[in-house]
């Protein structure tokens, strides 16, 4: 049979962009091929059994009939490990998984809404539906926006990038779903065709909010741990209104926002560990 | 050293009546329904599936959190969710007959009497080769009786399940106890056709910046290369105290590791977690385990069974 | 988020007695003596040594291969070798004595008589802070009682030990059970002071190309951070289910893994295997613990012991 | 308290030198300063978990005052990941470690025997006390001697070096201590000061039978599997005539060839995995 979502990836380009975050180009032609935005890869970041399992990553760009591109943030030791490897190295990869974002209608104007470390699939979005449409990027301060090639990337792409910052240290002060309350509230009536957001928990639960409130349809991606990424484990779940649970990996990751149970699941849990937790060598 | 032989080893098992093409088998709930691992594995290759465990009705499942890694394991507490075995008959196992492979059916219950209600509805049931019994997740609170881990109630159970169906019934044993070999002779006086070892170990992990446990559930079963020296010496524990056929998992990775379990007494092998990190693994271990018989001239894969010794 | 404290938190733990000016203690059989570490470790940062297992005659052990290592973890099936405990007195003592730490020392006998003979032996002796009585280990089969999996013969094993010495009595308690807590209430019921858990998980490997077992022993004890989620797991229960302080070890490596069995209820930790694989691995896993205190204004260790909770 | 022990050593070089032979050499400056021919050292292959123990390797040279080599084959899983790693890397090292070889009395011919993979030791000890030593270097056939470079050091560092290969395909056909007892008794009742032996537990079986019979004193590396590497698991156990055991790690690896009881340990297992019985991908 023809395999065409298991991979043997080689690295092509690896570079640290921006404060912790990487960009990676990967060269895995069926996956380049088949990837739509939304989806996402799973990544064995090593071939040992510790750590064992594979880590899922939204595709950011499709870069040639034969590569794509990761972006990627250091959040615990299999990041901190593949930030480590250099290009011409293979990495077992599966995917692409998941369903993607639904394409906008044609012409519309789309609002996006990225989170933290939540823009890659939204990149990829963008590039391909977002000639019309405006962007919300928040963070704590400057430092966690997305890096500066990143933003360069979405301002060619988008007709309009609006930036917040809870410390004000770039763009409006404050958190980036008041600047999205106020860009809706100012349309006058006029809604916009749908939001498209992928971020952390809490700030999707805020903007399913407010597009339920004007009754915009609505997109989140979400994320849970994951193991087998393909549907299988049952691992992923997220609670969802109707009662019982969605995985992740294959219901979504995007969801309508209505379907997801807010309430359910908290989302403080720490992640790998800092410096002096870890095993240490001279 | 050893001389090759020519022809191709035979793989075949008749696992308690059940003819298996080869000894590789899916351990429960790593390996969906099959389909989920269509784009990956020709099912007609495997000796068999085993399912993801049935109920009677449908589960919901543990809240999320539902996994966590640990070295070189996971812990998971997905709490049995499963469309229950309505939608396993109507949706599941329809796919599953188009294939050649042997389907066997992992089952569970929350009373003796789901339990036995569940093995009754599969009775009979064209497309289902055996039933494998999970007495063992850790998961599962509700019910009072801890199946696994009570001899008495353990053996009441099986061999209620012994009479409302006339399939083959395997017995998972959990690996949560002093003495599996106790559970196994339990499992044999019940009258089982065979046995299923090992489920997880129960396990915990905790946040602690957060101050958490890692799993919603607080505890949940390890799995993975973690776990496969306890599996591999019970398996070998069992296979010399009770003459029942054995499915040996936990933590097989490569043919290596399923040789391991071979050679300690399994007859048939079931790849679990592994699915998750080469979704491949399945056939990945045949093709290992066929080169290996090649390679040292081993003529049926029946010959390597128990027959780790001294030297 | 959590404000800092300027002063520096406070290590000390009294353990049933003990005065440990820390909780991180060295696992029986992973540290020697103390000495075999000077190279690397200044031992009055530790809070204690618990030295390898002692008897009352020399014991030669088992024969090699002796180790192997597995995926986290590794087997071991050493044996109990040790000079006993007249050269332990005259040879490995007074070394350790010299530095500010405490010695627990670690006993065990092929018989009930061998095992109080020892623990009398060490009563009142200058420089020993406490025994730790290991019921547990998984490579001794003489004597016929498995006093770590017999609930009755651990109990009077440990009865009659309490009465034997006035030295603060742990109980060291194995994993390969079905119910630890039953152990621990036995312990607690002889008059124990504290409770040491988790000892290996019973393994075992084979090298399949050979077809034999990778050690001589055919089985042996599982150790590392394959098992930590087990021992974590264990400690939790434990100290939910019976009021005496805990040394909680199996597969600590760093200070995050230390703080796991802390937070799940244990008072102390010792450093096992980790030891092999980073030799300084119980200092560093020690000032991981003073920066997580200072960082999260934790003042002392105590506060900490047990405070894991559904946030 | 100085940490002289521990180290963080830096790979400077890292070549396939023949058939699955690798040399490293390791930046470690107070490993360097401190080795004698026949220690060893504990080398940890990756920071993961798994593998998890460090491997034992002897030292082959001092190349500077900060840097050590090592030569090591490819016997399993751990050192196949060794080989992947490139200069530039850290690896954990320990040692180091164990009691070399005795000194040869200054101006002595000692007789050094290397069978199979077991020469790194030896030509340290070449380098500092064989300029009248005569080497007998055995494998099953050529490829399983050590390469070429290697041969070249040792026959600049030593007086003689002769070579015995089973299926004869470079100098003598047969095993190393038929060639080695030929020499001996051709010394006609001149007896080498001390013969100096790394290899194969049989070969060294042999050897120490040969030196016996003709009572020339006889020193015995020996390899056994190590979780510590200093004296405190008791893993790596050898049996001794005087009954129990020594460590290979503390009492060795060096043993006078007299202490072993040599019957009680099989030295048939196999190594490492081959390719079809490991981990795979696509
Ligand atoms: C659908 C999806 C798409 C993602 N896309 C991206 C992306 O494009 N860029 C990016 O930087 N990150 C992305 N993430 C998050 C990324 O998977 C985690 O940051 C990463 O797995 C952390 O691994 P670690 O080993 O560094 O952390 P550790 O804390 O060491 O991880 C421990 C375990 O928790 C799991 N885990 C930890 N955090 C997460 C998380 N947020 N989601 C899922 N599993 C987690 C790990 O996979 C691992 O099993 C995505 C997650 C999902 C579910
Ligand atoms: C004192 C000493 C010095 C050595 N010097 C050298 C040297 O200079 N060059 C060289 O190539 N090899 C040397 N060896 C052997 C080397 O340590 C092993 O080949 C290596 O550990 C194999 O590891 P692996 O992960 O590739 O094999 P695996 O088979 O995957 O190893 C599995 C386990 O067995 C252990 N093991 C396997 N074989 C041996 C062995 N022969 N000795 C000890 N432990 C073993 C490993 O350390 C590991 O714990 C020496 C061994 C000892 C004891
Ligand atoms: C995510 C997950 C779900 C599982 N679900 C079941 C189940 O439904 N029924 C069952 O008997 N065992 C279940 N198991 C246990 C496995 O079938 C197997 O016994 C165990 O994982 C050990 O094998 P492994 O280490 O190869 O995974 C599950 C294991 C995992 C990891
Ligand atoms: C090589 C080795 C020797 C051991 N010897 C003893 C012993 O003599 N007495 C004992 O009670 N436990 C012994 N243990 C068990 C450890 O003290 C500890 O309980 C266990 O290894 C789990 O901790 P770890 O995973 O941190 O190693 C030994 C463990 C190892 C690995
Ligand atoms: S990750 Fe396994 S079901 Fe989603
Ligand atoms: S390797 Fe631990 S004592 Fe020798």
Redesign the pocket.
């Known amino acids: 049979m023809p395999l065409t979502k298991l991979h043997k990836a080689t690295i092509l380009v690896h570079t640290p962009v921006g404060k912790e975050?990487?960009r990676i180009v990967l060269r895995a032609p069926e996956a380049a091929a088949a990837a739509l935005p939304g989806q996402?890869v799973m990544l064995r970041?090593s071939e040992t059994m510790d750590?064992?399992?594979?880590?899922?990553?939204?595709?950011?760009s499709i870069i040639s009939k034969s590569s794509l591109e990761?972006?990627?943030?250091?959040?615990?030791?299999?990041?901190?490990?593949?930030s480590s490897l250099e290009p011409g190295q293979r990495l077992s990869m599966h995917g692409p998984?998941?369903k993607g974002f639904p394409v906008p209608p044609k012409g519309s104007a789309p609002v996006l809404v990225a989170g933290g470390?939540?823009?890659?699939?939204l990149l990829f979005f963008s590039h391909r539906f977002g000639a019309r449409a405006h962007l919300f990027l928040g963070a704590r301060n400057k430092e966690c926006l997305p890096p500066p090639a990143v933003i360069k990337k979405f301002k060619d792409d988008l007709e309009k990038v609006h930036i917040a910052t809870e410390d004000g240290s770039r763009g409006t002060r404050g958190v980036v779903t008041d600047l999205l309350a106020a860009y809706l509230s100012g349309l006058d009536g006029k809604v916009p065709a749908a939001i498209y957001a992928?971020g952390p928990r809490p700030m999707l639960a805020a903007v399913s909010g407010l597009a339920a409130e004007r009754s915009v349809p609505c997109y989140v991606?979400?994320?849970?741990?994951?193991?087998c990424?393909l549907g299988a484990c049952m691992g992923?779940s997220v609670g969802v209104k109707t009662g019982g649970y969605k995985r992740?990996?294959k219901e979504?990751?995007v969801f309508e926002a209505g379907e997801i149970e807010w309430g359910c699941r908290e989302s403080n849990?720490?992640?790998?560990?800092e410096e002096f937790l870890t095993l240490k060598t001279p | 050293m050893i001389s090759k032989i020519k022809t191709k080893p035979d793989l075949s098992v008749d696992f308690a009546g059940i003819k298996l093409k080869n000894p590789v088998l899916t351990a429960s709930g790593t390996f969906g329904y099959g389909e989920e691992y269509a784009d990956f594995v020709d099912l007609n290759t495997l000796g068999g599936v085993i399912v993801k465990g049935i109920s009677l009705r449908p589960i919901t499942g543990n809240p999320p959190p539902r996994?966590?890694?640990t070295p070189s394991g996971?812990l998971n507490a997905i709490g049995l969710e499963n469309p229950g075995v309505d939608v396993f008959l109507t949706e599941k196992l329809p796919y599953l007959r188009k294939f050649d492979t042997a389907v066997i059916v992992n089952i569970f219950g929350y009373s003796f009497e789901d339990y036995v209600a569940v093995a009754e509805r599969l009775d009979g049931v064209p497309g289902v080769s055996g039933l494998e019994v999970n007495i063992s997740c850790p998961n599962v609170k509700a019910g009072g009786i801890v199946f696994g881990t009570d001899l008495k109630a353990a053996f009441e159970l099986l061999s209620a399940i012994r009479k409302a169906t006339k399939l083959p019934v395997i017995a998972k044993l959990s690996p949560n106890v002093t003495d599996i070999t106790e559970f196994a002779k339990a499992a044999r006086d019940a009258g089982c056709d065979g046995l299923s070892l090992i489920n997880t170990l129960l396990g915990m992990s905790i946040d602690v910046r957060c101050r958490k446990p890692r799993l919603a559930n607080w505890t949940g079963g390890l799995s993975g290369p973690a776990i496969r020296p306890v599996a591999v010496r019970m398996v070998w524990q069992t296979a010399k105290a009770v003459p029942l056929p054995i499915i040996g998992m936990g933590g097989i990775v490569t043919a290596e590791d399923a040789l391991e379990f071979i050679l300690a007494g399994a007859s048939a092998v079931a790849v679990g977690t592994a699915n998750f990190i080469n979704p491949r693994a399945t056939v990945d271990v045949l093709e290992g385990l066929e080169t290996f018989m090649t390679e040292q001239g081993v003529g049926a894969i029946g010959d390597l069974v128990g027959k780790v010794s001294a030297g």
Do not use: D, Q
Request: aromatic fraction near 16%; charge should be positive; charged fraction near 15%.
């Open positions: 975050y990487y996402f970041v750590p064992l399992l594979a880590r899922p990553f939204g595709v950011s990761l972006y990627y943030r250091i959040a615990g030791r299999g990041t901190a490990l593949l998984f998941g470390s939540g823009f890659p699939p992928c991606s979400m994320e849970e741990r994951m193991a990424g992923c992740v990996c979504g990751p849990e720490s992640k790998g560990s | 996994i966590w890694e996971m």
